[in-house]
Every structure is written in structure tokens, then in C-alpha cells.
């Protein structure tokens, strides 16, 4: 079938992205990473499905238990990564330092210049991305996002998680820690298979 011709058919876009599902052969594992790394609660749960709140909405991640499922195949095509928004630097690094101490770690930290971002991986080896928008409006990131500088660098610009949490615990502002440090460019497959590597480097916690 062709596809509508967009001029004379257009689709009402959704209010929100309410959840995401994931099929996982380590449910019990899968079931405690995410209640810890999302403060999250069960709205309903058994030993076959788990349906995680941390919000006004009923559940915002479901995990399903099949236990003959094959694990997952990083070469496969699929789902990047999910993203989860903080309001502030300061929640971020808090959250960092408390998955921190349960062994929980990104692999990859990373000032992308629309957000700061750290990279986890859950017990099935999907990626978890902890970001904070680096400007007050989606009108002044649009437009850094058509700049010349994101163009040549639309990856960003690594930083190291301790250093920035201590620059936030010690009063540094906020709105100047947002800000990526511009390195030329940055973009090539061979830049996206080095963080790939890096991802991979991600602790997931006992």
C-alpha cells in the first residue's frame, strides 16, 4: 500500500509517550535494577509481570517474564536507549551517587549540548540514558540543534561524573556546568563504535 499523501492526510500526534514494555529473561534481576534505579513501586505485579510507577501515571515501564528468550543481541537492529529527565544537575548527580553506591554506573557521560547526559545499562544489556536539559526552553535547544557547532559535533563532549558532581556540590552554577566545551568534530562510525565501547563499560550492580 502506498503510503497517505501528507498534504491530504494528517495524523493527530498523542498527548505522551505513556510507557515502554520490555520482554526480559532475567525478571527478577530486571524487576530490582529498575525499582532502585527509577525509585520506582509495582502497581501490580507477579511473578510473571511487573508494572513500574514513579509518577502520576499508572506505570511508565512493564516487564514481562519469558524465560526462554535468547539474551540480547547488541548487533542486532532495535531500541537505542530510553531517556529519563532530571529537573536539575543537582537531582542527576544525586542519583548518580546513590546508584553509585549499589554498584550501579554509566558508562558514558557525555555534555550532547541540548542535555547532560549519563549512559547506564540494565541487567539485559538495555541502554538507560539520565539527562538534563541544558537550556530553560525547547526553542533555545532547537536552535543550538541547528547551529554549525552541532553539526560538526552532534555527539558531544565527554566529562567525567565525579568531577561534575563536585563542581555542582560545591555551588558552581548550574546554568555554566551545562554547557559543553567544544572539541571540533565529532560524528564518524568510527566515533559511534568507540562509545559503544564505552556504554558496554556500564556496571549494573549486584
Not at 132 to 140: L, Y
Not at 156 to 181: I, M, N, Q, W, Y
Request: aromatic share 10%; net charge negative.
Amino acid at each position: 500500500m502506498s503510503p497517505p499523501n501528507p498534504t491530504t492526510a494528517q495524523v493527530i500526534s498523542p498527548s505522551k509517550l505513556a510507557h515502554v514494555v520490555l520482554h526480559t529473561n532475567k525478571f527478577d534481576a530486571m524487576n530490582r535494577f529498575y525499582k532502585f534505579f527509577l525509585n520506582a513501586t509495582a502497581s501490580y505485579e507477579n511473578e510473571q509481570l511487573s508494572f513500574l510507577t514513579y509518577d502520576e501515571e499508572h506505570h511508565r515501564i512493564a516487564l514481562v517474564n519469558m524465560p526462554d528468550l535468547k539474551d540480547k543481541d547488541p548487533r542486532h537492529a532495535g531500541l537505542g536507549h530510553m531517556a529519563f529527565t532530571f529537573d536539575s544537575l543537582h537531582d542527576l548527580c544525586e542519583s548518580y551517587k546513590a546508584r553509585k553506591a549499589l554498584g550501579i554506573e554509566p558508562g558514558w557521560c557525555v555534555k550532547h549540548g541540548p542535555t547532560v547526559s549519563m549512559y547506564y545499562q540494565d541487567p539485559d544489556g538495555n541502554t538507560l540514558e539520565t539527562q538534563v536539559d541544558s537550556f530553560d526552553t525547547a526553542e533555545a535547544a532547537n536552535e543550538f540543534m541547528h547551529s554549525p557547532e552541532f553539526a560538526r559535533n552532534p555527539l558531544g563532549t565527554d566529562f567525567e561524573p565525579e568531577e561534575l558532581c563536585k563542581a555542582v556540590d560545591s555551588g558552581e552554577s548550574e546554568v555554566e556546568l551545562r554547557v559543553r566545551r567544544e572539541i571540533g568534530a565529532r560524528g564518524s562510525p568510527e566515533d559511534f563504535m568507540k562509545i559503544m565501547a564505552k556504554m558496554a563499560t556500564a556496571k549494573v550492580g549486584a
